[in-house]
């Protein structure tokens, strides 16, 4: 009763020898059973994942790189999204329920036919994400709550954090950092656009957005309970071994009590009342499968602190083209757009404008939207100009009207 008419969801369970696959719209509902031992599909996934994140594969091997995407792509469409889709004009949005590793996957780039293989155009291949908008979640429970709940309350702004990896400011008070964090961030690209990213938000939208020394773990935990969007443009470190040590690296400010390097298990003690939280750094959607609880990973931890949907990463992003993606990401919430559409759009509208190899949907299609997709409004920095504008207006008709009377 919750899904909208032109709404679909898929959930997957995969067992081992069997892949249950479970469609539901409002009228419809099939279970369709298909053998498929798990060890081969953990197998295609890997392989799909890499074809997807190998950017160095990319440039030297192009045409083994596009054969090997296209026939991933095509595979994973015909045996996991076309047994339980009915071409149909009414559903235009699929709500997807992973399990397993199918959670390191974007099937927005599943390819629903043959790619032709004498020529390779990426701009012009038949996507999913051509035909349906697409939205994630961990589980049909947790969407339906996440329905059924209030709206988080918060101020309507946006928190904008963009990390500088090139200060040099050591701990206060002989506090010294861990030699294996140090190493770490020695090691940290910086990210040129991340400033870019952030400054654009703040010319925008309504807010706080911090840089440089301000761009620390002590300041996000101060302000993160405030805003509407939060918006993380920083790197992010995988922990394989312990999926709750996985992090966020913030700016290194010197503070004796917080290291800067804000953890999956600190997140998600956080109180927050975020409408979206997106994180445009490496890898923060991608993790180690727990039964029962999805994708642990630091997209999940800010789950647990409260926020209803989040934009995540799958593998190490381009610095480049996330931040013209997020930035049409961001044109589009302002028309209204809900925020899984919103993503969609950037995306196919980041493809026309891209040339060459960066056509590659290893460009573009990293980030995923996880959680409720509906509009949200951001308070635009517009919006008082406005209103002093009509304000300003109203008082030369007074004015008017009042020398006309006085004629």
């Given amino acids: 009763a919750l899904l909208k008419e032109s709404e679909a969801m898929i959930e997957y369970v995969i067992g081992d020898s069997m892949i249950?696959?479970?469609?539901?719209?409002r009228t419809n509902l099939r279970v369709i059973e298909r053998p498929l031992?798990?060890?081969?599909?953990?197998?295609?996934?890997?392989?799909?994942?890499?074809?997807?994140?190998?950017?160095n594969g990319l440039s030297k091997r192009q045409k083994e790189a596009y054969r090997s995407y296209t026939s991933s792509a095509y595979w994973f469409y015909q045996n996991l999204v076309a047994p339980v889709i009915e071409q149909s004009n009414q559903i235009k949005k699929l709500i997807v329920i992973t399990d397993g590793e199918?959670?390191?996957?974007?099937?927005?780039?599943f390819l629903v036919e043959a790619a032709p293989q004498k020529r390779m155009d990426y701009a012009n291949l038949s996507?999913?994400?051509?035909?349906?908008?697409?939205?994630?979640?961990?589980?049909?429970?947790?969407?339906?709550?996440?329905?059924?709940?209030?709206a988080p309350q918060n101020n309507g702004q946006i928190l904008g954090v963009a990390a500088n990896y090139a200060t040099k400011i050591k701990p206060s008070n002989g506090i010294t950092r861990l030699p294996a964090y140090q190493r770490i961030r020695d090691n940290l690209d910086s990210l040129p656009n991340a400033r870019e990213e952030v400054e654009i938000l703040s010319k925008q939208f309504k807010g706080y957005c911090a840089f440089d020394n301000m761009a620390s773990e002590k300041v996000f935990k101060e302000k993160s309970s405030e805003f509407a969007v939060i918006h993380l443009a920083l790197h992010g470190l995988l922990n394989s071994r312990a999926q709750m040590l996985s992090s966020l690296v913030f700016t290194e400010d010197g503070d004796s009590v917080?290291?800067?390097?804000?953890?999956?298990?600190?997140?998600?003690?956080?109180?927050?009342?975020?409408?979206?939280?997106v994180l445009s750094a490496c890898e923060t959607g991608y993790g180690k499968f727990e039964k029962g609880n999805g994708i642990?990973?630091?997209?999940?931890?800010?789950?647990?602190a409260g926020a209803?949907?989040?934009?995540?990463?799958?593998?190490?992003?381009?610095d480049f083209s996330t931040s013209e993606i997020m930035k049409l990401f961001y044109q589009n919430l302002t028309k209204g757009m809900g925020k899984a559409e919103a993503l969609r759009e950037a995306k196919l509208s980041y493809m026309k404008k891209a040339e060459g190899i960066f056509k590659h949907p290893a460009f573009?299609?990293?980030?995923?939207?996880?959680?409720?997709?509906?509009?949200?409004?951001?308070?635009?920095?517009?919006?008082?100009?406005?209103?002093?504008w009509g304000l300003g207006i109203l008082s030369m008709v007074l004015l008017l009207v009042f020398w006309n009377k006085r004629g």
């Fill in 258 to 277: 917080e290291n800067n390097f804000l953890q999956a298990y600190e997140i998600s003690k956080l109180n927050l009342n975020a409408d979206l939280v």
């Fill in 127 to 150: 996507y999913l994400m051509n035909d349906y908008v697409l939205s994630y979640h961990y589980s049909a429970t947790l969407w339906k709550e996440s329905k059924e709940g209030k």
């Fill in 296 to 304: 642990a990973s630091l997209a999940r931890s800010f789950m647990y």
């Fill in 364 to 388: 573009w299609s990293p980030f995923i939207q996880i959680g409720t997709s509906d509009a949200i409004h951001l308070k635009s920095k517009s919006d008082r100009s406005f209103l002093w």
């Fill in 308 to 318: 209803s949907s989040l934009v995540v990463s799958l593998w190490q992003v381009n």
């Fill in 37 to 55: 031992d798990k060890k081969e599909l953990t197998r295609k996934i890997k392989e799909m994942h890499r074809t997807l994140s190998d950017y």
């Fill in 102 to 109: 199918l959670g390191h996957l974007p099937f927005e780039v």
């Fill in 20 to 25: 249950y696959i479970l469609y539901l719209d």
